[in-house]
């Protein structure tokens, strides 16, 4: 039971209350830019986050991860490099993982999108995060939600028979080993160095599930 | 990011008429075009979203090769059974290649026009041709262990990214493409990327406005395929040398080499020595090349890339 004495924010809460602020002490600017030619320009996307559909009008700029967590507060998804280069937001959209801070909030138009949200949450938790927990598969825990995300759609990418770059006969199904788990999650970075954790979570996982 | 306005194209002619707007640009994966408009060297007043155009096919060519959708994704491409049995040397240049989240979303036409990377062209305070044409270029005389050696000019030194477009070189591939008048072609994929000349801006043979909707591949020539990529670490990384082979029996074969010029290097006549061994191929290769002290490895890199892939066709 937590105490009922202290208020109780989470730290998800603060960081979305941080998102509003931001944005309130944004929109001067944004009033300044629509005197220009550079004004942004709105349009709408209606989309099913973690099962639930959802509309917003968004300024065209705006990448599927920020639409995600500063205009539907779901935060676990993490903007680390913001260029596709270190894996933090990977999402699943349709099935398959992306980077969704490479990819436009109004060209997911009637997609399906799962987040970390989405896969399960602390009373119930996906059997790769629970997996990650168990094996330590993290220090900071910044890079975690988009390397489960990963993790997930790596093991269903095996399971569909993609081959990989150490998939040895591109001709047979590719198994689940070491080897072929490091090449699959390597858009994946974690600067604490949490990898062999990483592989021994989804190798559980994998054993589990065959 | 400047701002844009955004409009999703049902159809080939509807593309076309978009494209004539102003400022007008096609976006499909969007990997590469989004990273650089975040970065403002790309600026797009208009983006066209060609991905309900239904080109994500690949089917047959009644001549027995592979006509590959604009909007095939890198995965599914790498993946596809005929691909990986015929074309071996295509599903492992692309597997070689960016990440799984990346190669789940980049096309098979955007990965053909994909921008370098050269570390100029992205650090938007140097000077730089490709993305100020006249402004110089801060690689010449700058830090270029990863920069060309081959086809080189005065005005750029960049290498082109790609791992896919080096196996399509070795292949054979031909670019199918519709103009804004409607008018269609095909452009050998020999033909397709320029070398910089006085000109590093422009990167393709492509006129604007004109919409890549496919890429063929000849048919199936036999033959042991290998795509050996040498890069800094084991996996997401690009090429400072790669190289795409098919070898046959008699020890014949086609060789382009990636992470050495402004585009996919081959040399026909080269391929005539792959029988003496891969030092007479390098030479003639990597003739009139010109390095600098920091890439002069590349030529040593491509002969002994070259000797492993040779042994391991024999092995």
Known sequence: ?210 | MKAFTYERVRSPAEAAAAARKPGAKFIAGGTNLLDLMKLQIETPRHLIDVNGLALDKIDKTPDGGLRIGALVRNTDLAADKRVRRDYAVLSRALLAGASGQLRNKATTAGNLLQRTRCPYFYDTNMPCNKRMPGAGCSAIGGFTRSHAVLGTSEACIATHPSDMAVAMRALGAEVETVKPDGAVRTIPIADFHRLPGATPHLETALAPGELITAVTLPKPIGGVHIYQKVRDRASYAFALVSVAAIVQRDGSGRVAVGGVAHKPWRVEAAEAQLRRGAKPTADLLLSGAKTTPDNAYKLTLVERTLGAVLAQARA
Request: glycine fraction near 8%; charge should be negative; proline fraction near 5%.
């Open chain 1, 1 to 210: 039971m937590p105490p009922i004495e202290t208020p109780s924010i989470s730290r998800r809460c603060l960081v979305a209350a941080g998102a509003a602020s931001a944005a309130a002490t944004a929109s001067p600017l944004a009033a300044t830019a629509a005197s220009n030619a550079d004004a942004p320009v709105l349009a709408k996307v209606s989309f099913e986050i973690n099962g639930k559909p959802q509309t917003l009008e968004l300024d065209t700029r705006t990448t599927l991860l920020d639409a995600l967590r500063e205009h539907l507060k779901l935060t676990g998804t993490k903007k680390g490099c913001d260029h596709g280069q270190c894996g933090a937001c990977t999402v699943i959209v349709e099935g398959r993982r992306i980077n969704s801070c490479l990819s436009l909030a109004v060209m997911h138009e009637g997609d399906r999108v799962t987040t970390i949200e989405g896969l399960g949450a602390p009373d119930r938790l996906h059997p790769m995060q629970a997996a990650f927990v168990k094996h330590d598969g993290y220090q900071c825990g910044y890079c975690t939600p988009g390397q489960i995300c990963s993790a997930v759609a790596v093991l269903d990418e095996i399971k569909a028979g993609i081959p990989s770059h150490v998939s040895a006969d591109l001709t047979a199904s590719p198994e689940v080993s070491g080897e072929e788990l490091r090449e699959r999650m390597s858009g994946n970075i974690c600067r604490c160095g949490a990898y062999s954790n990483i592989v021994e979570a989804i190798t559980e996982v994998a054993g589990r599930t065959a």
